[in-house]
């Protein structure tokens, strides 16, 4: 099969006949074998009647109904797990992602090898409310990502390889960063295409501004995973060693301050009631707290079953 459409959705029943009318439509004009995944997360209206109407009428049509509201990462790992086509397509519900662009995005992956293409919706119908973050949003993953290329990492036309999205995990609400998980698994392959964006026709959007502070949250923590998610100790054990050495040497001077003081016959304060030698104290409690948990932090690794889990490519053996 060529081409695997995964689509995530929320209460659109108005926009799924008109949607699939034109993927089908533009899967046909270009001879492409195909097939239509629908993942209702959740929704309260009749969206999962009217997937069950389009698989009656299509052999292409696949549907998977949630029975909550559980999130799009959740939805597209689902789909993922279901896609059977050589490249996987994913877009959004809401007819704002034009199908026109697939033909474009299947040649990119197929004939200029990239792993993932990513779209890039230049001209948007969105107030400023929320360009503006986005534009922030994405400047400082794109630092921090190291993938200099793309301008909207959030965008929800995105084009894989099929081993790509049979090999990363898209869990919680990393929706956001499948380009870094991707990088992170090896395939750095990572283009991007200018994509058609389109006024929304119908309903509201499903998103609110607390998923930039969110996605700042979890752009930390899959940054610390990739960073130091197989070796916690160098980085907590580092920093706890540091902390601890600044506390045991403030601790010695105000012990050796206090010896020189006596041995001088000069009249000081006892050490106790200095504020300092609490510090001192405290700085060494937290330095050891720091160092155990990195040590604690090694010893799950150790024992995690997926601890040697990594990515090949190929692999050449003897005598075959």
Not at 162 to 180: L, Q, T
Not at 230 to 243: A, D, E, N, Q, S
Not at 251 to 268: E, M
């Amino acid at each position: 099969m060529d081409i695997s459409v995964v689509i995530p959705l929320y209460n659109e029943e108005e926009s799924l006949p008109e949607l699939y009318a034109w993927i089908e439509r533009v899967m046909n004009e270009h001879g492409f074998s195909f097939e239509v995944i629908f993942i209702n997360d959740g929704s309260t209206d009749k969206s999962w009647q009217v997937i069950e109407d389009l698989a009656t009428g299509s052999d292409h049509v696949k549907g998977i109904k949630f029975r909550r509201n559980y999130g799009k990462s959740p939805a597209l790992y689902c789909g993922f797990k279901e896609a059977k086509g050589d490249v996987v397509i994913t877009m959004d519900a809401d007819l704002q992602d034009s199908p026109d662009e697939i033909p474009e995005l299947y040649r990119m992956i197929t004939s200029e090898g990239y792993d993932l293409v990513s779209g890039y919706k230049q001209k948007r119908y969105d107030p400023l409310s929320k360009t503006i973050p986005t534009k922030l949003f994405n400047a400082t993953v794109r630092r921090i990502s190291g993938i200099h290329n793309l301008h909207d990492f959030n965008c929800g036309l995105k084009a894989y390889r099929k081993d790509v999205v049979k090999n990363i995990e898209v869990y919680g609400e990393m929706h956001r960063f499948i380009p870094y998980l991707a990088k992170n698994a090896g395939f750095d392959k990572i283009g991007e295409k200018v994509v058609h964006h389109q006024a929304r026709k119908y309903g509201k959007s499903k998103f609110g501004l607390n998923r930039f502070v969110n996605g700042y949250l979890d752009l930390t923590t899959l940054w610390f995973l990739s960073s130091f998610g197989r070796k916690p100790m160098h980085v907590f054990g580092f920093l706890g060693t540091i902390v601890f050495i600044i506390g045991l040497l403030s601790a010695i001077w105000i012990g050796a301050d206090k010896l020189i003081a006596l041995a001088h016959h000069v009249p000081q304060r006892l050490v106790t009631d200095s504020p300092y030698f609490y510090i001192s104290l405290t700085m060494m409690m937290i330095g050891t707290q720091l160092f155990l948990a990195g040590f604690l932090g090694d010893l799950i690794s150790r024992s995690a079953s997926t601890r040697n889990d990594y990515q090949i490519e190929e692999a050449i053996r003897c005598g075959e």
